[in-house]
Structures are given as structure tokens and as C-alpha cells.
């Protein structure tokens, strides 16, 4: 079967040998005819909230918090959107905050793609950084009573606004809401402490589970420290067109836009499969092996145990370099990896990535098709895998027979599970 795959920017089409091949992806919604004026229509009559244009005074400072370059949002369409919204609100006024987490600052060619030029000509744009304590100010103390730093800009203002998309996501259940702020604008100190072992670890930060999951609980604890005055989520298609949005409170908006992802992203199956081919969903969620493990974990749920997951993911950013990377060349096996991640006191930038790894890496085989340099992947405890449909077809040989297999072309786009 000919499958055409999300893969960088240009996608990849791949010869799936066998018989039983399941194409497993969400559901194809139509792209909203007339996007603009839907955001307008969302705004104007939100969810749980006043309009937009109330929300926000002409002489207040308001920072407008947009996802980075490893999520594809369409923030240059929803930023041009906004201000026609707040035309009132002059721009030096406004802040705009890239919510990179602990991940790399966006580039000027990235930023003039994201946001387009003319945004950036007339606003001020910021990449938030986790590692520089003055560019960041205490914003108070989540229930544990860890201490909390955000980013100055969005502490400073008088009026906040948080974009985001929401998706299935492997330890939150889905992106979107106050994830845009916390970890997204957060010190390095307390993305560590949300990335704790044990609550990556604890089996309720899983995909598509918002109540009684721990991750998502920190996320919420984290994000609504400051007043959040009014959200703005959207959901996409694998076109990346936009076919709903959330407008205004929180966690109302955020509330029916996960329930409203779950019925077009879960995926039914009925069986587990012993080989999974998967993706990361291309660029720019693709950009990086650290991005990936979330198209791996998603292949990981139907997958059997000891079976193959092989994804296709181009990982033109490398690693990239760091804790991630380092984690997993300098130690012998996964089993390892995860014993020093699970070690009392230990505590280490990037380890939730690694921990999550080696933790598919100790229930599946895996397989990766990527940039990467065939040696760092074996050094990585991956199978590098040149040919996909190749690959598949020695699988296949190894099995003694014609095996089902799973193909998610959109990786972690789609939740798949298995009946009960």
C-alpha cells in the first residue's frame, strides 16, 4: 500500500508492504470557509467571558503570549486577526512573548515566518528564556509550595492574552489552555520540577486524560497564578487549516476544545499491532528527536509488547544538543537511562524527554527514519532505518507470516487506543 506520510516540510510517500495494513488518523475536518470572520464571530461572543474588545483598555500593557517554533500555529493570520480586534490598544502598548519553555529562542527568519513582518515591524517581539533570572519575575507558589518565576514581560502587564492550539498531548492529555504559560513562560528551576520523574512517570500523564492527571494538574496550578484575561485556542486539521476555535475563559474554552478534539483525534482500535509505523507529524513538530518521542508514544499505545515502532520523523535540528541527547548516547541500554533518571536526588534539564524514551524503548523496539547520522542513532538504542518499506518487509519475514500493521500518518495527531 502507497501511504503518504507527514514528514519535514515536503512529506514522504512509502511503499507499506503485507496485507492488513490499518491507516489509523483523525477524523478530516473541513477548514473553516471564512477564518477571519469566525475569529471575529469567537471573540465577540465568547465562552464564559466578556468580548475581547472590553477585555482590554486602551491604556493598559498587555502581552500577547504565542507558542514557538516547534509548534505549528498559525500566529501570524490570529496576531493580524487581534489587533484589527484592539485597534485601540496602541502598539507600544503590546508585548509579544514566544513561550519557549526550556527550548531554543526562536530565530529572526523563524520569528518573520511565525508572526510575519509587518507584526514585527510595529510590535515588540520577545523570546522568553528560562535561563536568565532578570528577565524574569516571581509570580507565586504552586500548591506544593514551589516558588514560581514567569516571565517579566507577562508579569508586568496589566492585561494578558494566550494563544495556543490544542492537540492530543502524551503527559498533559491535550495542549492548549494555561499550558502557553506554565511551563511555557516559566524558569528553568520549575520546568524541572514539572518534568519530576515521578510525575512523567505516573501513568495518569497520559494522552487524552485531563481530570485526575497529575501533569496537567501542575500545568493549571502553574498557569493561573496571574489572571489570564482571555484565551484563544484553535483547533487544525492536517492541512494546519483552522476548523473550530475557543475563545475566552480558560479552562471553559480550553474545557470544550479538548472535548471537541477528542472526538475527531481518538482513534478506535481493536487490536494490538507488532508493527507500528508512526510520525511526528512533520514540520516543525518534526524538527528535533526530542520532539519525537511524542510521535513514538503515540505508535506506543497499540503497540505489542516487544513489538516494532518504527517513525519517520526528519529531525533536521539534530538531538539537539544537550541533557536529552547526552542521556541517551552515554548510557548502554534504556533500562540504564531510566535507572539514573529514577535515582533518589537526581534532577537534570531534558531528563523527561530521556525518561519518557526509555521507557518506550523498554516496552517496544524501535525503528527511526530521520537526518540523522546512522551511527548516533544506533549510539541512541534505535534501529536506523534508511528504507521504510524495506524495513517493514524484513519485520515481516522475522514474524513468519503476514502481521497486521499500523500506519499513523499523522503521529501524535491522532490518539489511538485499544477496545476495551
Known amino acids: 500500500m502507497r501511504i503518504s506520510v507527514q514528514y519535514g516540510k515536503q512529506g514522504l510517500e512509502v511503499d507499506v508492504p503485507g496485507r492488513q495494513v490499518d491507516l489509523i488518523q483523525p477524523r478530516f475536518l473541513e477548514g473553516l470557509a471564512d ?45 493580524g486577526w487581534l489587533f484589527q480586534e484592539l485597534e485601540h490598544v496602541a502598539p507600544e502598548r503590546v508585548t509579544i512573548i514566544t513561550g519557549t519553555g526550556s527550548h531554543r529562542a526562536c530565530r529572526p527568519d523563524e520569528l518573520s515566518r511565525m508572526v510575519g513582518d509587518s507584526i514585527l515591524e510595529r510590535y515588540r517581539v520577545v523570546n522568553h528564556d528560562a535561563y536568565d533570572q532578570a528577565s524574569l ?87 493561573k497564578l496571574l489572571p489570564v484575561d482571555f484565551l484563544i485556542n484553535v483547533a487544525q486539521n492536517k492541512k494546519r487549516e483552522i476548523v473550530h476555535f475557543f475563545c475566552g475563559d480558560v479552562m471553559q474554552a480550553h474545557r470544550e476544545g479538548c472535548e471537541f478534539t477528542r472526538q475527531f483525534a481518538m482513534a478506535r482500535c481493536e487490536r494490538t499491532y507488532p508493527i507500528v509505523l508512526t510520525t511526528n507529524s512533520g514540520y516543525p513538530l518534526d524538527l528535533n528527536l526530542y520532539q519525537t518521542v511524542k510521535g513514538m ?71 527511526l527514519h530521520s537526518s540523522l547520522p546512522v551511527e548516533e542513532v544506533r549510539r541512541a538504542h534505535m534501529d536506523p532505518v534508511p528504507d521504510i518499506g524495506a524495513r517493514i518487509s524484513s519485520e515481516l519475514e522475522r514474524l513468519g507470516g503476514d502481521a497486521p500493521i499500523a500506519v499513523l500518518p499523522e503521529g501524535p495527531m491522532t490518539i489511538p487506543y485499544v477496545a476495551a
Not at 505549528?72 to 490570529?78: G, N, T, W
Not at 492548549?176 to 524558569?187: C, E, N, S, T
Not at 534504556?334 to 526509555?358: C, K, V
Open 35 to 79: 477564518e477571519a470572520r469566525s475569529f471575529q464571530e469567537a471573540v465577540r461572543s465568547p465562552i464564559g467571558t466578556r468580548p475581547l474588545r472590553e477585555a482590554i483598555g486602551p491604556r493598559e500593557r498587555l502581552s500577547v503570549v504565542i507558542p514557538d517554533v516547534t509548534r505549528p500555529m498559525p500566529s501570524a493570520r490570529l496576531l
Open 297 to 367: 508514544s503515540a505508535g506506543a499505545q497499540i503497540v505489542e509488547p516487544g513489538g516494532y515502532i518504527l517513525t519517520a520523523s526528519e529531525c533536521s535540528d539534530g538531538f539537539p544538543a544537550g541533557n536529552f541527547k547526552k542521556l541517551l548516547l552515554e548510557h548502554e541500554s534504556p533500562r540504564a537511562i531510566l535507572d539514573a533518571i529514577m535515582a533518589p536526588g537526581f534532577s537534570m534539564y531534558e531528563q523527561w524527554s530521556a525518561q519518557l524514551f526509555a521507557m518506550l524503548a523498554l516496552r517496544a523496539r524501535l525503528g
Open 137 to 223: 519575575a516571581a509570580a507565586g507558589q504552586l500548591g506544593d509550595g514551589h516558588a514560581i518565576f514567569l516571565n517579566r514581560h507577562y508579569v508586568e502587564a496589566d492585561r494578558r492574552i494566550v494563544l495556543g492550539f490544542i492537540e492530543p498531548h502524551l503527559m498533559a492529555g491535550f495542549s492548549g489552555g494555561y499550558k502557553g504559560v506554565f511551563p511555557a513562560l516559566a524558569d528553568i528551576d520549575s520546568i524541572l520540577h514539572y518534568h519530576g520523574a515521578s510525575v512523567v512517570g505516573d501513568p495518569a500523564s497520559t494522552w487524552g486524560k485531563l481530570e485526575g492527571n497529575p501533569t496537567q494538574a501542575l500545568v493549571r496550578d502553574g498557569g
